[in-house]
């Protein structure tokens, strides 16, 4: 009896249009939100499990490749076999092994790149767009003018003053003309979120710039931070590869995706093996991170309601 009071209870607040509160559906969370989003993007999950298989594949086929990457003692130019699937290179060096090392130098630097360059953008955009004043004109002034430099250009010229060769002065490089979009998109954001009432609430408890800044008003912005992060991790690799290519990346005795290419560019009709083994993975590691990116600015986007395939 008990059970059809309820049954009838439940039928005539749901022709009344109220429902007790444990009948009505858990609200999702903005993660959860974000998450499911992101989860039936085909194209962003399908580049998550390819970048991942490189990833693994780069950290973990060293251990058990027979070939060391630094071993030059193989037949020049030997054409692909099943000891050397890729071939050899001029020197004698086994090409997957090299692809192996080159992979890991260039995700490494990317990955160095992408976070000095959001860190840099994000803290400099964030107080520009709160302060606003002088702290904005100046913050603004300098990124104008390092975005009417040619980057490549001059990041080539800063790596051969610095020394170019090791990865990090590279990544260094690299990175001090990267940041300015992630500054630029932080700066409009933080202008927009400081008018709004919870920073009016935080001035009034005194809360000081620094934690409004860093703890209102950054926590605010973690979605379009994530997506340019990643989209920057795309963009360096190939700036890497393209200072590489022109001799002022990573130099011997390590290598890069943009080295190998550019020590094998002259062999791309007679051996494209050579050529086309790291072009392809360099590709492969750019469209899988730019489609990510995508993924994510369509989960983060409010108004994107329809799931993209």
Avoid at 29 to 36: A, H, T
Avoid at 49 to 75: C, G, K, Q
Avoid at 169 to 179: R, Y
């Amino acid at each position: 009896m008990a059970d059809l009071n309820s049954v009838l209870a439940s039928e005539t607040a749901a022709a009344e249009g109220t429902l007790p509160p444990e009948a009505l559906p858990e609200p999702r969370s903005q993660g959860k939100l974000v998450l499911r989003k992101f989860l039936h993007h085909k194209l962003a999950m399908a580049s998550c499990v390819v970048l991942a298989l490189i990833v693994l594949i780069t950290i973990i086929m060293p251990f058990f490749w027979p070939h060391n990457y630094e071993d030059s003692s193989f037949p020049s130019f030997a054409p692909p076999s099943g000891d050397f699937p890729l071939g050899t290179t001029q020197v004698g060096k086994d090409m997957v092994s090299q692809i192996l090392r080159g992979t890991m130098y260039s995700l490494l630097i990317a990955l160095t790149v992408s976070i000095l360059a959001t860190v840099i953008g994000v803290v400099l955009g964030a107080m520009a767009g709160y302060l606003r004043g002088f702290t904005d004109s100046a913050v603004s002034r300098v990124t104008d003018l390092f975005l009417i430099i040619p980057q490549i250009a001059a990041a080539a010229i800063l790596a051969k003053v610095f020394g170019g060769g090791t990865w990090y002065i590279v990544a260094l490089v690299l990175a001090s003309f990267a940041w300015m979009q992630i500054a630029r998109i932080t700066r409009a954001e933080a202008m927009s979120l400081s008018q709004r009432e919870f920073v009016d609430a935080a001035r009034a408890s005194g809360a000081g710039t620094v934690r409004i800044v860093f703890k209102h008003l950054v926590p605010n912005m973690v979605g379009s931070i994530t997506v340019n992060a990643t989209l920057a991790v795309a963009q360096a690799v190939l700036a890497e590869a393209a200072l590489s290519f022109i001799g002022l990346g990573v130099q011997l005795p390590d290598t890069s995706l943009g080295r190998i290419i550019l020590e094998n560019f002259a062999q791309v009709q007679i051996r494209p093996a050579l050529f086309f083994g790291p072009f392809v993975v360099l590709v492969l590691i750019s469209l899988t991170i730019n489609f990510i990116g995508d993924g994510l600015r369509d989960a983060f986007d409010p108004r994107q309601r329809r799931m993209k395939a």
